[in-house]
């Protein structure tokens, strides 16, 4: 069977009273879980009894003093044998502080999961494997820390879009009926790169007509946001109703003023359960390559070998919404590779 590692690290603000929702991702298959454990680092001498809880799918998997508890002399702990079988994919996994005592704990905690996803084959760490920061990021990377972004991104886009960080994501939210991609953006680095993005796709609604997708995009300029080349996830559309999330994998570009139609990836996936979705764009000269990926270790193309037609100079993340509702779309991380990794199938 194949066992699994999910890493998830908190990189946020320095914690000093209750705190909901430290961390949170959804499951990235159906598994069942057999361990957590929680790593912290940044302790004081005056440290009380923490204590932290896990909810999956909204349910405690703790409860009194059974929860994760950290003080002065304890920053290890793993809760082992737990037998959480059937999970399924999509489901919320949330890293909860229930209770504050004395002192503070600094960033960053880390959160490891061991599932069983019933393969037949895999390896401790190839779920999110890729979630854990690069040894040495890029200096334009973001891991949305804190509560606000770093002020190398750039707002574009229609005025009703609403960008906010917790939890250490990326909130893009746009109010109904408002048609155009928008979003934040930055900079493009010079030469051959690759840039990566997860974002968490929320859970479709039914309505009666109206679009609504992000995803990852690079265009000509933020002045000009008419030549762009883009991928995407659709989490409602008329034709998604009833279907549970779909994902269109799928790219569009803008040559000019001349516009090519949708394009499948061709993947063979028809609809899957909403979860997390990582995409990855890949400049070779002056060719460009558009990756996806479930899981951020195993990649499928959907672009080979595309010549743009313009020269892009930013990179973003976009939300478009005509759904008639709210829609908010959630990114984890952007991060930029200047020294091609072994993307397909590997680690970074």
Known sequence: MAVQVLEKVYEGATLSTVTSNVIYFRLPCDCDISDIRLIGTGFNSGL????FNVSIAGANVFSGAGRITFNSSTNDVTKSSLGLTGQSQGDIVVLNLEQSAAGVIQSPLTLLITIDDGLSSGGTGGFFGQDK??????????????????????????SDLTVTVAESMAK?????NSNGK??????????????????????????????????????????NTAKKFYLLSSALSPSDIGVG??????????????????????????SLPYGTIYYR?????????AYMSLDGSNWAAIVNGQSLGFTPLHVGIYVDNTSGVTRAAYCDFVRFYTTMPDFIGGEL
């Open 281 to 289: 764009l890949n400049k070779t000269g002056t060719s460009y390559q």
């Open 245 to 270: 999330g779909l994902y269109k994998f799928t790219d569009r570009t803008t040559f000019d003023s001349t516009v090519n139609a949708y394009q499948t990836a061709g993947l063979g996936i028809a």
């Open 182 to 223: 928008s979003g934040i953006a930055k900079t493009i680095p010079s030469g051959d790169w690759d840039i990566v993005a997860k974002f968490i796709t929320p859970s479709p609604v039914a309505v009666a007509s109206g679009v609504f997708d992000f995803g990852l995009i690079i265009f000509e300029d933020v002045t």
């Open 172 to 176: 893009l939210s746009r109010l109904s």
């Open 48 to 51: 009380g009894n923490w204590l």
């Open 133 to 158: 920061p690069p040894t040495s990021p890029h200096a334009k990377d973001d891991e949305f820390p804190g509560s606000s972004l770093d002020g190398a991104w750039l707002t574009y886009g229609a």
